[in-house]
């Protein structure tokens, strides 16, 4: 991975929690099953390694080529085509402990620094790589991903993040099983897509406003139930909460249910008025411990929940951060230890 322009852009540390005691038998697990080993040392892959401390991937101990801190645009090659991603690192960032990854996916006409700058997920204590989209159709160079019926006709996208998670795990110390994404309107709906095709590598998805096209991915059959959490404004005219039939999107309510039966979630919705225009609504008892959970913002609009700028026309609410809230939901998950594999990087980046 090759890098283009640096933007050092501070990022306040983020709260943190003890792991689950879950993480800790499973890295015990790994010790005794002998795939535990020093720091440093590879699997058979030579993707990943594993300590005491957990997985650590290949890049641990490596150069990352930009600091703590900053924002960088670098670029990789995906399926023959030249690709970009915004690629910010945390504070405090060292190769010589595995951090988790928080993919980002912008939405149609804007870009990974759009993203970035009215997000807040810089913020957060992981490695955030802002995707960029390719060209679209319909009026206009708007960027865009698979999924959706403006999508650029053979550009794989889901190639796409697999290259990019190699090349992650390849140049940077990171965790590969708290691998998490997020994304607005359209990324978001991609988002839903990799929850379906990627649930080996996506341990969680938190879709902000998404477009829930689907465009050529009818159906949805995760390897393992996969933890989700859903923001959607009620007064969203450009993606409606409701749905509209004629252009092929859900009612968003239609989309999480999709999602609570495919996870077996025995219980909830539990109701709760986070605040005086927020209602969330959570599913528990789910397979997996894969939980449900769908965050409305009552008259919100197309936007960020706490945007720091401009992120979409229609009221946005300051009640919530999205980043914080979905940080929270997301930084306890891990994929399972089973679901690691091999995942070469050989031509992956420039």
């Known amino acids: 991975m090759s890098t283009t322009t640096a933007s050092p852009r501070p990022a306040p540390p983020g709260r943190r929690r003890p792991g689950r005691r879950a993480a800790l038998l499973a890295a015990l697990a790994l010790a005794v099953s002998g795939l535990a080993g020093p720091v440093g040392a590879t699997t ?7 300590t005491a401390s957990g997985l650590r991937s ?13 924002s960088v645009l670098r670029t990789l090659t995906s399926d023959g085509r030249g690709r970009t991603v915004q690629l910010h690192l945390p504070d405090g960032y060292r190769s010589d402990r595995a951090w988790p990854v928080v993919l980002v996916f912008h939405g149609r006409g804007n870009t990974g620094a759009g993203t970035e700058a009215f997000s807040g997920l810089d913020a957060l204590p992981a490695i955030v790589a802002y995707g960029n989209g390719v ?3 319909g009026d206009g160079d708007r960027q865009a991903w698979e999924g959706a019926p403006y999508a650029a006709p053979g550009v794989d996208d889901v190639a796409y993040t697999n290259d990019l998670l190699d090349t992650l795990e390849r140049d940077l110390c990171v ?10 309107s359209n990324g978001a709906g991609f988002t839903g897509i990799l929850a379906c095709e990627l649930s080996d590598r996506i ?6 406003a998404a477009a829930f096209y689907g465009t050529g991915h009818p159906d949805c059959e995760p390897a393992r139930p996969v933890p989700v959490i859903d923001f959607h404004g009620t007064d969203d005219v450009t993606i409606p909460y409701a749905g509209d039939a004629d252009r092929g999107l859900p009612a968003i309510q239609d989309w999480v249910g999709g999602w609570v039966a495919r996870n077996g979630c025995a219980t909830g919705p539990d109701v709760e008025r986070t605040a005086f225009d927020v209602t969330t609504s959570r599913w528990t008892g789910c397979d997996r411990g894969a939980e449900v959970t769908h965050v409305a913002v ?4 197309h936007t960020w929940p706490g945007e720091d700028s401009y992120s979409g026309g229609g009221y946005a609410t300051h ?9 929270e939901f997301l930084r306890d998950e891990r994929l399972p230890v089973r679901f690691l594999r091999s995942h070469g990087t050989e031509g992956a980046a420039s």
Do not use: F, M, N
Request: hydrophobic share 35%; aromatic share 4%; proline share 8%.
């Open 319 to 327: 009640s919530i951060e999205a980043h914080e809230v979905l940080w």
């Open 135 to 137: 060209v679209g159709t």
């Open 44 to 50: 058979a892959s030579a993707t990943t390694a594993s």
């Open 175 to 184: 965790d590969p099983r708290r691998v998490y994404a997020t994304g607005k």
């Open 58 to 70: 290949a890049g641990c101990g490596t150069d990352p080529g930009q600091e703590p801190g900053s």
């Open 298 to 301: 009552l008259g919100g609009g």
């Open 203 to 208: 341990a969680a998805i938190a879709p902000v």
